[in-house]
């Protein structure tokens, strides 16, 4: 069964930064794309970066463009978001998403992140 871990979730201030982590655990099956959405409360859940596993090619939402950098960690079957200068407006619970060849997507339980003004 695979799962989906995030972590580094937490309080800080605007113009602050924080690094999320999500390690995929639990089977061999390998995912296509991976990414990072978020969802604030009263909102829709919202694509904030995505990354294409062979290759590494990324790309990012625009109002999180120059701020947040999504990277892989093949060694340790991690995806990373730098996320730098941070607003109010990223407070969001933060979800990784994991998409194999076949269309399958995974999901972990998502990490909060509160920016303070």
Do not use: H
């Not at 909102?43 to 970066?49: D, F, G, Y």
């Not at 950098?69 to 340790?76: F, P």
């Not at 079957?77 to 109010?88: A, D, F, G, H, R």
């Amino acid at each position: 069964q695979v799962q989906l871990v995030e972590s580094g979730g937490g309080l800080v201030q605007a113009g602050g930064s924080l690094r999320l982590s999500c390690a995929v655990s639990g089977s061999s099956v390998s995912m296509r794309f991976m990414g990072w959405y978020r969802q604030a409360p009263g909102k829709q859940r919202e694509l904030v970066a995505r990354i294409i596993i062979r290759g590494g090619y990324t790309s990012y939402a625009g109002y999180v463009k120059g701020r947040f950098t999504i990277s892989l960690d093949n060694a340790k079957n991690t995806i990373n978001l730098q996320m730098n200068s941070l607003k109010p407006e990223d407070t969001a619970i933060y979800y990784c998403r994991g998409t194999t060849a076949s269309s399958v997507t995974y999901w972990g339980q998502g990490t909060q992140v509160t920016v303070s003004s």
